[in-house]
T-cell receptor, first 113, second 110 residues
Framework: AQSVTQLGSHVSVSEGALVLLRCNYS??????LFWYVQYPNQGLQLLLK??????LVKGINGFEAEFKKSETSFHLTKPSAHMSDAAEYFC???????????FGTGTRLTIIP | SQTIHQWPATLVQPVGSPLSLECTVE??????LYWYRQAAGRGLQLLFY??????ISSEVPQNLSASRPQDRQFILSSKKLLLSDSGFYLC?????????FGSGTRLTVV
């Protein structure tokens, strides 16, 4: 069985500050990990994914995430927050041969001007 | 290129009325298709997934059903809506590159 825990349902950061959204996973097999972003009343857009290649994954809009097996974590970061980053972010896990995604409960990111 | 269409975008239905949400995919064949529901503060819950025509798996017991009459068509239905069916419904298809989501349907049951 797989699961994802996102710490912090709401995160607020000032514009220009570091963004850190936390995700921990549980998986009995090597995981594939994903971060998605959702803007209000829209579908989800893929930010980045980890599929057992490089542990530091770079995505769109300046986001990146690092896979740390020892910590079972896949935290999302961005060095400098922009107002347009305000959205809800979802971490998700799947595994090779099983394309079903299991999502975390999401983190709503607010950017303070 | 692959695209996914989902409609309607918003829907307000009375309790006890039927429901039909449709999702179609273009640019791919034999995709895995999914219906998710997003309730306020509860993340995304997988409702149904399908690996082929007329092959539907239900993830949770509920008041909803799904059908896949054609390879690239996935329909979410209910005979009688409940208040608890309100939410944001998302269709998706998957490939080795990940999931592609539709734009969602906001369903309000009144």
């Amino acid at each position: 069985a797989q699961s994802v825990t996102q710490l912090g349902s709401h995160v607020s950061v000032s514009e220009g500050a570091l963004v850190l959204l936390r995700c921990n996973y549980s998986s009995s097999v090597p995981p594939y990990l994903f971060w998605y972003v959702q803007y209000p009343n829209q579908g989800l857009q893929l930010l980045l994914k980890y599929t057992s290649a490089a542990t530091l994954v770079k995505g769109i809009n300046g986001f990146e995430a690092e896979f740390k097996k020892s910590e079972t974590s896949f935290h999302l970061t961005k060095p400098s927050a922009h107002m347009s980053d305000a959205a809800e972010y979802f971490c998700a896990v799947s595994s090779f041969g099983n394309e079903k995604l299991t999502f975390g409960t999401g983190t709503r990111l607010t950017i303070i001007p | 290129s692959q695209t996914i269409h989902q409609w309607p975008a918003t829907l307000v239905q009375p309790v006890g009325s039927p429901l039909s949400l449709e999702c179609t995919v273009e640019g791919t064949s034999n995709p895995n298709l999914y219906w998710y529901r997003q309730a306020a503060g509860r993340g995304l819950q997988l409702l149904f997934y399908s690996i082929g025509i007329d092959q539907i798996s239900s993830e949770v017991p509920q008041n909803l059903s799904a059908s896949r009459p054609q390879d690239r068509q996935f329909i979410l239905s209910s005979k009688k809506l409940l208040l608890s069916d309100s939410g944001f419904y998302l269709c998706a298809w998957s490939s080795v590159s990940g999931y592609t989501f539709g734009s969602g349907t906001r369903l309000t049951v009144v």
